[in-house]
């Protein structure tokens, strides 16, 4: 059974800094694409970053291109996503997802079969 569990949302001020965390269990972590989504309360959810976790080939939403980094560490078989700068517009549920074709379009909703239950993250000004 496939298993994504997120980690590490809260409150911070703008201008902060997050690091969330997606653990990955009963999944073939090491040849697929990852991605961290969010949605804001009445909004759409929207693909923010996605890695390949073979190759290593990162996909930003525009958004947050220059403040957002996603990464992986293979041996835990685990992304991050840390966030710097964060702005109000930030704020929202962030899922972590995994797809089980091995060539997706990254950012998009429909390109990923499993996700984790979300994490909060809230930024105030």
């Known amino acids: 059974q496939v298993q994504l569990v997120e980690s590490g949302g809260g409150s911070v001020q703008a201008g902060g800094s997050l690091r969330l965390s997606c653990a990955a269990s009963g999944y073939t972590y090491s040849s697929n694409c990852m991605g961290w989504f969010r949605q804001a309360p009445g909004k759409e959810r929207e693909g923010v970053a996605a890695i390949y976790t073979g190759g290593g080939s990162t996909y930003y939403a525009d958004s947050v291109k220059g403040r957002f980094t996603i990464s992986q560490d293979n041996a835990k078989n685990t992304v991050y996503l840390q966030m710097n700068s964060l702005k109000p517009e930030d704020t929202a549920m962030y899922y972590c997802?995994?797809?089980?074709?091995?060539?997706?379009?990254?950012?998009?909703?429909?390109?990923?079969?499993?996700w984790g239950q979300g994490t909060q993250v809230t930024v105030f000004s």
């Open positions: 997802a995994a797809a089980v074709q091995h060539w997706v379009i990254p950012l998009r909703t429909s390109s990923y079969r499993y």
